[in-house]
């Protein structure tokens, strides 16, 4: 009773908002199809989970902690959740705050992370080259805040979420990479102007499996590939009893043990049985 409240809290807080401008914590994504959908079709966006909240909102937690950590420690901090906004190229975004050290700030990043993660990154190009897709879009969002505010270097502090370890990592500004963070958004911008799409990335798992906008995409990308992927990988609801079963499911989160299978689907979203019990991937219904 008590954390079947606490979950319908967490899904109050769940809201879908107006996307206006290139959001700096998502210019990092590599598909250019998302982000141009993430302003253009914003409100078809599939909401997450509660569980994803309470991620969320250990997020938030960690960062206040971090930032106390600082302060016993002597460290000034200033200019905590500074908004940022480059007009010119609809780029938006809001930095967690910047360290005053030696008489210069420096912009700075909180970023909880499970054990494995977190002993797997040491520097920037381990956040780039990392398996996990939020992972690599980590030094985009810190190189846009540099950008916006006229900084050379820059740091992210992240906190190891079992053992409360931290972690610094320091980044200096990279124009290149910054230059092709600003075309990107200069694409996007054209894209929303002129009301298209531009190409789907090849399908990818980490990406495409956990998109939010795989119900707009997928039947318009992959077509048979796609309908064969779903025959392949998921359990069709052919039969009233997939039917049935698939409204348990989505209601209750457990299968019967007799009738285990790899996947099992609902009526929309389509949901991998290995992911379920987290809510972390979602397959949306090809039609």
């Not at 409240?5 to 210019?27: G, T």
């Not at 959740?81 to 480059?86: E, G, I, V």
């Not at 499970?114 to 990392?130: G, Q, R, T, Y």
């Amino acid at each position: 009773m008590i954390v079947e409240k606490i979950l319908e809290a967490k899904k109050a807080k769940i809201k879908q908002w107006p996307v206006n401008a290139n959001r700096a914590s998502e210019l990092g994504h590599e598909c250019l199809r998302y982000l141009v959908l993430n302003r253009t079709r914003w409100q078809e966006k599939g909401l997450y989970d509660a569980r994803l909240q309470m991620i969320f909102d250990m997020g938030k937690a960690v960062e206040d902690m971090v930032c106390q950590d600082l302060k016993e420690a002597g460290f000034t901090i200033v200019e905590q959740q500074r908004p940022f906004s480059w007009p010119q190229y609809q780029i938006t975004g809001s930095i967690d705050f910047k360290l005053a050290i030696d008489g210069q700030t420096y912009p700075a990043e909180i970023k909880s992370a499970a054990p494995h993660p977190f002993a797997s990154i040491n520097s920037v190009e381990d956040m780039l080259k990392h398996k996990y897709p939020y992972m690599r879009r980590y030094p985009a969002q810190l190189t846009l805040y540099l950008l916006m505010d006229g900084k050379e270097k820059g740091l992210f502090l992240f906190k190891n979420k079992s053992s409360g370890e931290l972690k610094e990592i320091w980044m200096d500004l990279d124009y290149e990479f910054a230059e092709s963070l600003v075309q990107k958004a200069e694409v996007i911008n054209n894209h929303v102007a002129g009301g298209t799409l531009p190409e789907p990335i090849e399908y990818q798992d980490d990406i495409c499996g956990e998109c939010a906008f795989a119900h707009i995409c997928l039947p318009e990308r992959i077509g048979k590939e796609g309908r064969k992927y779903v025959r392949e990988n998921f359990l069709l609801p052919d039969r009233i009893a997939d039917y049935l079963m698939a409204i348990y499911m989505t209601i209750y989160g457990s299968v019967d043990k007799k009738i285990y299978n790899e996947c099992v689907v609902s009526f929309r979203p389509w949901f991998r049985k290995d992911k379920l019990r987290w809510g972390r991937k979602t397959y949306f219904a090809l039609s």
